[in-house]
Each structure stands twice: as structure tokens, then as C-alpha cells.
């Protein structure tokens, strides 16, 4: 039941864009997304519901299509600080188990 | 508030000793979690619980037991340490509904 993120892995040079995809085999009630510095706890950015909405945080956007059910993260102009390892967090229902997917590691050079 | 607490933050056991991690908050969410967090593989749920008294298993539960006396603590038994519970742990807590997870400072533990 985890989501697969792609890609595994994602080298930019500062503003460069990217955009991270999280895929689930059930269908999904909720997404969130989190990124995680090196040695840290996940640190929460956005959660999006079911209805396909989009939402955005600075540069930082996402959308989440439910009828494919897959979330898609996009970095706009990225800048070093976005550096880290990125997850998916999916629930079917609300209040039922919570699963982060693989995870995609972003590396942001000057 | 101090959110998320877990201890110990670095712990090395010989195999087939036992040991208990510990996960408290206060914040009075129902819901807690822990996973563990391997090179490639993401966050896997081990146990969750959607409140006191209440505990479950996900998707990689073998060789961990979990109990929910109070809505405070949530800690994680390894019973019997093998070299594949080499990882980090995290434990996590959100309220119920859409709330986001707040997490632990994380727990490496390394089995020898």
C-alpha cells in the first residue's frame, strides 16, 4: 500500500523547475507532502483532499487527481534551500492508516 | 508545548536483546504512528493507533509489538533485536481527520 514516488532521485541547478510524482494502487482520500533535511524529521508543506484540487505554498505547488489516483509536486525556480528528501503521505480514509511513499531525493546546486 | 517527544536518539543493541522506544505528546491527538525509515524505501508504517486502547498493524509490524495505554504514550517493544531492524525510527502523531503528522526527532538504531 505505499505510494511510489518518481523520480528516486533529482539533481537541479537553481532555478531550474521540478516536479515530483506520487502514485498509490488504492484510492485515495487525502494527500500530503512533507520534505525532510539530511539527519531531521519530515517537516509538513501542504495537504490536498479528493475533488482534484491544487494548491500552493511560495514556489511550491501540487495537484492531486484522484481518479488516477497520484499527487504530482512542482518546484518553480528552485532555490537551495528546497534541498532534501521528499515524500508523499496518503491516507484511503480519514483517520485510517497513513503510508509515505518512497521518497525522492532533490539536490539543488548553485 | 514540546509536540513530539522520543528517546533514546541513537541506540545500539546486540542481537536478540530487547528494548522499548519511547514516544510521548501532548498535544492530544488521537492518532500516532511509527515508522522506520531504510535507504530507498521511504518511511514504512510499522503499528498505528487511532486512540487509547487501540493499536494496529502496517505494513511491516513483524518483530515489533505496540500498546496504547493512554492517549499520551505510544511506545515501540522490540522484542528479540535481529541486524534488519537497523534503521531509523520515527514515531508521528496527528489528530483526527485531515490534520498534518507531526514527528519525533527520530530514533538510529543500530543492531550488531
Known amino acids: 500500500q505505499q505510494p511510489v514516488q518518481s523520480p528516486q532521485a533529482v539533481i537541479l541547478r537553481e532555478g531550474e523547475d521540478a516536479v515530483i510524482n506520487c502514485s498509490s494502487s488504492k484510492a485515495l482520500y487525502s494527500v500530503h507532502w512533507y520534505r525532510q533535511k539530511h539527519g531531521e524529521a519530515p517537516v509538513f508543506l501542504m495537504i490536498?483532499?479528493?475533488?482534484?484540487e491544487q494548491k500552493g505554498h511560495e514556489k511550491i505547488s501540487a495537484s492531486f487527481n484522484e481518479k488516477k489516483q497520484q499527487s504530482s509536486l512542482y518546484l518553480t525556480a528552485s532555490q537551495l534551500s528546497y534541498s532534501g528528501t521528499y515524500f508523499c503521505?496518503?491516507?484511503?480514509?480519514?483517520?485510517?492508516?497513513?503510508?509515505f511513499g518512497t521518497g525522492t531525493s532533490l539536490t539543488v546546486i548553485p | 508545548n514540546a509536540g513530539v517527544t522520543q528517546t533514546p536518539k541513537f541506540q545500539v543493541l546486540k542481537t536478540g536483546q530487547s528494548m522499548t522506544l519511547q514516544c510521548a505528546q501532548d498535544m492530544n491527538h488521537e492518532y500516532m504512528s511509527w515508522y522506520r525509515q531504510d535507504p530507498g524505501m521511504g518511511l514504512r508504517l510499522i503499528h498505528y493507533s487511532v486512540g487509547a486502547g487501540i493499536t494496529d498493524q502496517g505494513e511491516v509490524p513483524n518483530g515489533y509489538n505496540v500498546s496504547r495505554s493512554t492517549t499520551e504514550d505510544f511506545p515501540l517493544r522490540l522484542l528479540s533485536a535481529a541486524p534488519s531492524q537497523t534503521s531509523v525510527y520515527f514515531c508521528?502523531?496527528?489528530?483526527w481527520g485531515q490534520g498534518m503528522c507531526f514527528f519525533g526527532q527520530g530514533t538510529r538504531l543500530t543492531v550488531v
Open positions: 508521528a502523531s496527528r489528530p
Open positions: 503521505g496518503t491516507e484511503i480514509n480519514t483517520g485510517n492508516q497513513f503510508y
Open positions: 490536498l483532499l479528493k475533488g482534484g
